[in-house]
């Protein structure tokens, strides 16, 4: 038996964490969050996303007297493990981890390791303004959120490419293959289980599979080999011709920029559309980078805030969470001289001056804009992703 | 008055008070240091072989390790750990011995003796870092020879860092531990009168370096062999400078096992038991395997004393020395200086030599961060190397007032906790105090830096502090002070260099630790190290650069101090200024 289902068994029998502040009643809530200090736990390998969590820090120190202590993480993992190590302790109040930025699989272990406070999402004030119907804000790669955590930043998928020496954008996997051959060392994704790099082989997929129907449910032995398959063939194809012929990979999205702004890459993957604009203004990239989608659509997914069930500052947490969905955040979050991530909230649930706070975001010269960023493809069911993230590591990742 | 003071007071040389804590202190220091170890290492075994009672798991059993070998990574991963550690020992092991056999007594070897504190005081992961940039396809130096020599209009795609032989990871290595086995080295020469030695077998018609190697190398071998144990240990199991410079397909196995710890699914955890017991025994594995490479070393060594031959003709060895030595410290400068100079650095691409501008923005940005995660550093660092010193000197009073002896087999123990693999025990350590409810903040922290800074501090102070000429006390006590009073008014001020020296030691070992502040800390405690090892994981040169910096100038400024200070405090006292 496997560890992980015994301590979930374990975990149904405790009674589920109980919120000393009803998030519903948010003016105790406020209250209750006055002088607390959250610990929000997210990755830190991004200098554009350290400076908005201070950002958002100083700003919900000003309005609500609550303090932010960024604990950089270099794999969201480690927060998960934290609190998964604390609850095999016993600790089951006074945790160290406050809020965690996360989604798709960590959320889902967490979830369904009952390691999560609320729900809360849902009753936060701001909530009224989220997208609920455009942007996949209730499900997080396939797994119903049930207010377990809160939205805050859109994400899609596109590719960034040095117009240089690569003029014209790729409109789907086959042309990519073509183009690798063709300039072989010129292009590699961060290495999987990064989550980056695991997006490229889940877009990769969705490009290649016969039928892709089946990415939405949970694994199933019968379906993996057949649907899987292409994918298995386009990388053997792919590997040989990538930076240091696959013997290598950069060890995060950061990493692979840097590859580009060193021009030893041509083509990167990201998960930001605003990503190479930002990048740009900070020096980080040339300015001749352009971006673009591949015509069958790109994957888009959401991210998240969640609370741990034992957290010390639950209201703090929640403060904080429902300051990330305020427009006045989401807005500076858009732009590309901050942040450059794509917005949560409903255009048409804002009234004016708080739309005008978008209008005013000058999007930058790399990023698409809305109507040109094409179809959103859902993400597949986190099952999926651990299994392929096990077959790549067997196949490229240990081989030397 | 104190009552040291009082007549006849003199003739008492064992003091009333404080007699029993001090007698006391070896024990207690130990288990300061050994506590964690043992702890640490028990709470890794337990779940290494299926026991793991917060997921429900008595039985113990095999069932972690039949895991752990279904990886398909772990034979290579296994190489490669014992690879890196052997290769980086033995050539660092050889460039000092090459270096000291040519040079020692010469004008050059002052030179090198004046760069080991600049050169042990920048952190692993900085000097990581900088080498990483220097050697990479796209690095400083390809940039400087591009295109004009290279004919490289774009980086060659050639596997330089991160390579799957682990070179990189290696010469990594070699940088940061030739300075700390010359340290050493220049230590054990005071205590084996190697210059003459070396004198009577030249006159005997011996080259200078045939001397050296004959007559002193087996001397200073036997006094710096644990420090090189220490060495192929940590090169070993090093985590921060394996993951900047080391291989990824797969990584080594303390790389590996640090990431299974990461990961949110339990089952990893015992895997990453497993692993860190397999490290341990790799550890040990390859310690049996050097000592047997001593014995063969020594055989051949015998027979070529025996041989009788002269051997004048080695002139042709001392500039590869000095090149080899130099190439190892300037790796670790020049990358420094390469990081200093991202750190200001507008837009930067290959092939340019230098940055298109020069912009403060990345020091403004980081500024407030930067300032009060050097507070918690320094905070840390200073704490843990006070109570370090405290122990320290406690120790060594104790064993002058009571003529304890420390055995050989106590020196073993003073190195235990830098020859167990971090990765084998720091673990256990954070769930055995999570489980006993302890606190995972800084405290927490301080005492798991002890640990570490401990036997450093202890090495360094322990040679000046036996050396001091008791005579000194004798007269003290003559004059009517007890034996608390030479302590504090005699011995210690006139062993401040070395005190301050020791404390520098400590220091900087504390600023660079990085598993220990991580694990323990509980994500709370952060860092210079751990801050700039997970901006690492991002890339972005310009904030690393600013953090290597920032973590090197905390290692450094208490050397410079630790130089500066005794100069201004006994400026009318010359012979006090070094220990």
């Known amino acids: ?35 607390q200090t959250v610990y929000w736990n997210a990755w830190g390998g991004s200098t554009a996303t350290n400076d908005f969590i201070a950002w958002v820090g100083d700003r919900v120190k000003e309005e609500f007297d609550v303090t932010v202590e960024h604990v950089k993480l270099s794999d969201t993992g480690d927060a998960v493990s934290r609190v998964l190590a604390e609850k095999a302790a016993g600790r089951d109040e006074g945790g160290a981890v406050d809020l965690i930025w996360i989604n798709g699989e960590n959320f889902a272990a967490m979830k369904q390791a009952r390691l999560l406070f609320g729900p809360f999402a849902e009753a936060l004030p701001n909530w009224q303004h989220v997208d609920v119907e455009g942007a996949t804000v209730r499900t997080d790669f396939t797994v119903p959120t049930e207010g377990y955590e809160s939205p805050w930043a859109a994400a899609q998928v596109v590719f960034m490419y040095d117009t240089a020496d690569l003029p014209e954008p790729l409109p789907d996997m086959g042309a ?102 930002t990048a740009i203004a900070n020096f980080q990239l040339p300015e001749v980078v352009r971006t673009f989608v591949m015509d069958g659509g790109s994957i888009g997914n959401v991210s998240f805030v969640a609370i741990p069930y034992n957290a010390s500052a639950k209201e703090g947490a929640m403060v904080v969470a429902n300051f990330l969905l305020s427009p006045e955040a989401q807005a500076r979050a858009l732009d590309p001289g901050h942040l450059g991530y794509g917005t949560v909230l409903a255009m048409e ?14 999007l930058g010269v790399a990023t698409l804009p809305p109507e040109e960023l094409g179809p959103i493809l859902p993400e597949p069911h986190p099952s999926w992703m651990e299994r392929i993230e096990a077959d790549w590591t067997r196949r490229y990742g240990v081989a030397d | 008055m104190t009552e040291a003071t009082r007549p006849g007071a003199a003739l008492r040389v064992r003091p009333r008070r404080g007699r029993r804590g001090l007698h006391l202190l070896p024990a207690m220091t130990l288990a300061v240091m050994l506590g964690p170890v043992a702890a640490g290492l028990l709470g890794t075994l337990a779940p290494a072989f299926g026991i793991l009672p917060a997921a429900g798991l008595v039985e113990p059993g095999l069932g972690a390790f039949r895991d752990l070998l279904g990886w398909p990574g772990l034979p290579r991963a296994t190489l490669l750990s014992l690879w890196t550690g052997l290769a980086a020992t033995a050539a660092s092991l050889a460039i000092v011995t090459m270096i000291a056999a040519c040079w020692q007594g010469t004008r050059t070897f002052a030179v090198v003796e004046r760069l080991l504190s600049p050169l042990l005081s920048v952190p692993h992961a900085a000097a990581a870092f900088g080498i990483a940039f220097l050697i990479a396809p796209s690095g400083w130096v390809a940039r400087v020879l591009s295109p004009w020599l290279t004919r490289w209009e774009r980086p060659p795609d ?64 036997a006094q710096i062999r644990l420090p090189v144990y220490v060495v192929l240990a940590f090169s070993m199991t090093v985590v921060d400078v394996a993951v900047i410079l080391g291989p990824n397909t797969p990584p080594t196995l303390s790389v590996q096992v640090v990431r299974w710890i990461g990961d949110p699914d339990l089952a990893l955890r015992l895997r990453a038991a497993a692993g860190a017991v397999l490290q341990l025994a790799l550890v040990v594995g390859a310690l049996g395997l050097w000592r047997l490479g001593e014995l063969a070393v020594a055989a051949l060594g015998r027979r070529w004393v025996w041989s009788g031959r002269r051997g004048t003709s080695m002139r042709l060895v001392r500039p590869i020395a000095v090149a ?69 000197i406690g120790c060594l009073e104790a064993e002058h007032r009571y003529g304890l002896r420390m055995t050989r087999r106590a020196m073993w123990l003073l190195y235990l906790p830098l020859l167990v693999p971090q990765v084998a025990f720091l673990p256990g350590l954070q769930m055995l105090m999570l489980q006993a409810g302890a606190s995972t903040g ?121 130089l500066a200070v005794p100069r201004l405090v006994f400026a009318q006292r010359r012979g006090l200024r070094h220990g």
């Open chain 2, 158 to 221: 050639l596997l330089i860092v991160q390579d799957p032989a682990g070179l990189a990871l290696i010469a990594g290595l070699i940088a940061k531990e030739v300075p700390f086995l010359m340290l050493m080295t220049i230590a054990a020469l005071g205590q084996v009168e190697a210059r003459r030695s070396v004198l009577v077998a030249q006159s005997l018609g011996y080259g200078r370096e045939t001397a050296w190697l004959q007559v002193v190398l087996p001397r200073v071998y």
């Open chain 2, 324 to 392: 080899m030595a130099a190439g190892s410290g300037a790796a670790v400068l020049l990358g420094l200086a390469g990081l200093a100079l991202w750190s200001v650095a507008g837009f930067w691409t290959y092939p340019d030599a230098l940055p298109e501008g020069l912009t403060l923005r990345t020091w403004q940005r980081f500024a407030p961060a930067l300032a009060e995660t050097a507070a918690e550093t320094g905070i840390i660092a200073a704490v843990a190397t006070l109570a370090a010193l405290v122990l320290t």
């Open chain 2, 442 to 562: 800084l405290d927490a922290v301080i005492a798991a830096h002890v640990v570490f800074v401990l036997p450093y501090v202890f090495l360094s102070l322990g040679d000046p502090f036996r050396a001091w000429d008791s005579r000194h006390g004798t007269v003290a006590h003559a004059l009517g002070a007890g034996p608390d009073r030479v302590l504090w008014a005699v011995r210690l001020p006139m062993l401040l260099a070395p005190v301050l020296t020791a404390a520098a030691v400590g220091f900087a070992v504390s600023v660079g630790q990085y598993l220990p502040t991580l694990l323990i800390g509980g994500g709370r405690v952060q860092s210079l190290t751990t801050e700039a090892v997970a901006l690492a994981s991002g890339g972005d040169r310009r904030a690393i650069g600013a953090y290597a910096l920032a973590q090197t100038a905390a290692a450094l400024l208490p050397f410079a101090l630790a």
């Open chain 1, 176 to 277: 990519l293959l073509a183009w690798v051959k063709a300039n072989p060392g010129r292009f590699t994704f961060p290495q999987p289980p990064d989550f980056l790099g695991s997006t490229f082989l889940k877009q990769a997929l969705y490009d290649l599979a016969p039928d892709t129907a089946p990415l939405l449910d949970p694994v199933d032995e019968a379906d993996y080999e057949a649907v899987t398959a292409p994918l298995w063939d386009f990388l053997d194809a792919l590997t040989p011709q990538l930076w240091r012929s696959g013997r290598a990979y950069p060890q995060s999205g950061p990493r692979q920029l840097q590859l580009m702004a060193d021009d030893e890459i041509d083509l990167a993957i990201s998960f930001s559309p605003g990503e190479a604009s």
């Open chain 1, 349 to 362: 649930k804002l009234d004016p001056a708080e739309r005008q706070l978008f209008d005013r975001v000058d």
């Open chain 1, 1 to 35: 038996m496997r560890p992980a289902l015994s301590l979930a068994a374990a975990a149904l029998l405790a009674t589920p964490a109980a919120a000393k502040t009803d998030p519903a009643d948010w003016p105790a809530v406020l209250d209750a969050a006055r002088g």
